[in-house]
């Protein structure tokens, strides 16, 4: 019996629809919406990166008042992210998240999909309070 595959972007789809891909030494990723920020992943052979601006650093236009509120909370708000996440500062002033999940190819897209909906779930919060202090 000859197994197939079938193309999808940079995956080959199989019978049993796992997903393996394409080019092993490439990259592939993929950015998505939700509530007004963009989310970027990158699936690797060691696992998945997702990342996120959750926000702007206030410019010192704003006031001297206003951006050292804003530092004061992204510091809290730093000591106490979920294990594995990481905050920066952008060069644009962007805030961003970034973090690393394990995973193993080949994989479903249910097994690519469950950590984005896990970071999804995780981030609620930390957006809420950036909506909530005007940082978003």
Same mark, same amino acid.
């Given at each position: 019996?000859?197994?197939?595959? %079938?193309?999808?972007?940079?995956?080959?789809?199989?019978?049993?629809?796992?997903?393996?891909?394409?080019?092993? *030494? *490439?990259?592939?990723?993929?950015?998505?919406?939700?509530?007004?920020?963009?989310?970027?992943?990158?699936?690797?052979? *060691?696992?998945?990166?997702? *990342?996120? !601006? %959750?926000?702007?650093?206030?410019?010192?236009?704003?006031?001297?008042?206003?951006?050292?509120?804003?530092?004061?909370?992204?510091?809290?708000?730093?000591?106490?992210? =979920?294990?594995?996440?990481?905050?920066?500062?952008? !060069?644009?002033?962007?805030?961003?998240?970034?973090?690393?999940?394990?995973?193993?190819?080949?994989?479903?897209?249910?097994?690519?999909?469950? =950590?984005?909906?896990?970071?999804?779930?995780?981030?609620?919060?930390?957006?809420?309070?950036?909506?909530?202090?005007?940082?978003?």
């Amino acid at each position: 019996m000859v197994t197939t595959s %079938i193309p999808l972007g940079p995956f080959l789809v199989q019978e049993n629809g796992h997903l393996t891909l394409r080019q092993p *030494s *490439s990259e592939p990723g993929f950015t998505f919406m939700w509530r007004e920020r963009r989310f970027a992943v990158r699936i690797r052979q *060691s696992g998945m990166s997702l *990342s996120v !601006p %959750i926000g702007r650093l206030p410019s010192t236009s704003a006031g001297a008042g206003r951006r050292d509120a804003t530092m004061a909370f992204l510091r809290k708000l730093g000591r106490n992210l =979920p294990p594995g996440w990481r905050m920066r500062l952008l !060069p644009d002033h962007r805030i961003q998240i970034d973090t690393d999940r394990p995973m193993d190819l080949p994989a479903t897209a249910s097994s690519l999909m469950a =950590p984005v909906v896990g970071l999804l779930l995780r981030a609620a919060p930390v957006l809420d309070l950036m909506d909530e202090c005007g940082i978003a």
